[in-house]
């Protein structure tokens, strides 16, 4: 158990979390990290199909719903969060927002952070949010950049799996084993019910990383994990 640490998870939009890496947050979380995820926007428009099939539904009623969710699914992974409500298709993040995340970063200090990939031709939102990250993550290290709080030092960033990996250029390049949390993750998933259809998706997607884990480390107890890009060298004093 270690409060003093913790990670920093910015999440395009409601659910982005939950699919892409529910399985770090709650690992993280039963560790005993500070998990923090900040949620950028709704997904009002672009990724809540089955609530506006719904008739007379409006737009705050959508938000509302998908933030209810949201927060019960931060909440079985055992992580905080922070909606922005900066739009969705566009996602907007004004100044206003830039200065917030730096605080956050300054306030969190986190051990690593993780976000969306630089490219996803489905959704331009999600490169929105991961240019976004690694921008205020360079601002929160600059002594000379205006927020309170202690300069950030040099968290790693991973970027999480995008739902078409291959058209978004994303390398798997670190397989975390998910297994003790898999069930956790997917009680956070079935918490999302606007969007049912990804809850067996997501499912076999772990299934299937896990067997790529086992065929890379030998470790035959591994059933289930996650993939994840890094965007900065890994810094050693050994290699493997
Ligand atoms: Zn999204």
Redesign the pocket.
Known sequence: MDSSKSLLVVS??AA?FVWRAGGAIALYAQRGYRVRILCLSY?EHG?SERLWRQPGMTLDCVKTSRRAESERAAGILGAEIRFFDCGDYPLRPTDQTVHDMVAEFRDLQPACVLTHSFADPY?F??PEAANLTLRTRVYAQAAGYPADGKKLGAPPVFLFEPHQPEQCDFKPQVLLDITPVFEVKRQAMESMEAQEHLWEYYTELARRRGTQAVRNSGRKEIKYAEAFQRVYPQVATELG
């Open positions: 395009a939009h982005d997904g990724e959704n939102d999600h």
